[in-house]
């Protein structure tokens, strides 16, 4: 996952506002990026859909965010479960080998992402104050290096592990615009 941000204001005490969150329509499976109102930047993954019941877990860059400034944002989680938060090309934080699910790869695949909000929680978090720009969606576990070569230059529109591409300018991405898989 990744996008450009821009806060107009962090949020209040209690609000985790989304940059993105992915589930399924009853939001019993999910896999998110927030914000916290101190800064911290969370992505966070939840399973209570038949028979794979998981709580949940998240991983945490604390001081992270701030308001009033654009910020390349980005995550990435291995087909192991290790994941790791980058903001402008730079690694915040890690976790170890299955801190977000042991088989993501598998689970991940597996999971029918009927609801894609960027901005917004399908929860009552409130919505991210300000502006998201060049959200993309990978299938692959992008490296430090793909993510700052793309977060400056050109998107390579052709690669075949970038399944969906917001540029939110009114343009279409080879397709790839408003969601439309690759």
Do not use: C
């Not at 009853?26 to 209570?48: C, V």
């Not at 087909?79 to 915040?92: I, M, P, Q, R």
């Amino acid at each position: 996952l990744e996008a450009w941000i821009y806060l107009d204001a962090m949020p209040g005490a209690g609000n985790y506002p989304r940059i993105f969150d992915l589930s399924n329509t009853r939001a019993l499976q999910a896999f998110r990026l927030l914000y916290s109102p101190t800064g911290e930047l969370i992505l966070g993954y939840s399973d209570e859909w038949g028979n794979n019941i998981y709580s949940g877990a998240y991983v945490t860059a604390a001081g992270t965010i701030t308001a009033n400034s654009w910020m390349h944002i980005s995550a990435t989680v291995s087909d192991s479960g290790a994941v790791k938060l980058y903001k402008n090309g730079t690694e915040l934080a890690a976790s170890s080998t299955g801190n977000i699910w042991s088989n993501w790869g598998t689970e991940f695949s597996n999971m029918s992402w009927s609801t894609v909000w960027v901005g917004k929680s399908t929860f009552e978090d409130g919505y991210l104050q300000g502006s998201v720009n060049d959200v993309r969606i990978y299938d692959k576990l992008r490296t430090a290096d793909e993510i700052r070569a793309d977060m400056e230059g050109a998107i390579n529109l052709s690669d075949t592990n970038l399944r969906s591409y917001y540029t939110f300018d009114g343009t279409l991405a080879s397709g790839k615009a408003g969601g439309t898989a690759a």
